[in-house]
């Protein structure tokens, strides 16, 4: 009974890692212009289903958004989307979760 168990937990995690990598490959149609960055993350997860989980204080309030794709992967979309900021993102369970990427420190001169 305890390495049932233990099998189901592990189809479980990999259903859910299966399921967000298959839905990140899908690929759509996406145009949006003058938009905020929050404002396109709504619009891609309305269009796609995905949930997105991320702060608005990782955007500047003022920077838009112009994209047009076509037959592209959710994937690709997402990259641009961000593309401006120090955000990336991560499949977790059947949603997408958004993070700040941390600052590199550039490496010390010696004269």
């Known amino acids: 009974m305890r390495t049932f168990l233990v099998y189901l937990f592990f189809q479980c995690c990999f259903l859910s890692v299966s399921w967000s ?7 759509i149609d996406f145009f949006i212009e003058g938009a905020t960055i929050p404002q396109a993350l709504e ?3 309305e269009q796609t289903g995905i949930n ?3 702060s608005s204080s990782f955007f500047k309030a003022d920077q838009p958004v112009n994209l047009q794709f076509k037959r592209t ?5 997402l ?3 961000l593309k401006p900021n120090r955000v990336t993102f991560k499949a977790v369970d059947n949603q997408i979760v958004l993070f700040l990427q941390p600052k590199v420190a550039p490496p ?3 004269l």
């Open 21 to 27: 990598q298959t839905n990140l490959d899908t690929r």
């Open 73 to 77: 992967k959710i994937r690709k979309v």
């Open 52 to 54: 997105l989980a991320y």
């Open 79 to 81: 990259k641009a989307i």
């Open 43 to 45: 619009q891609l997860s």
């Open 108 to 110: 010390e001169r010696i």
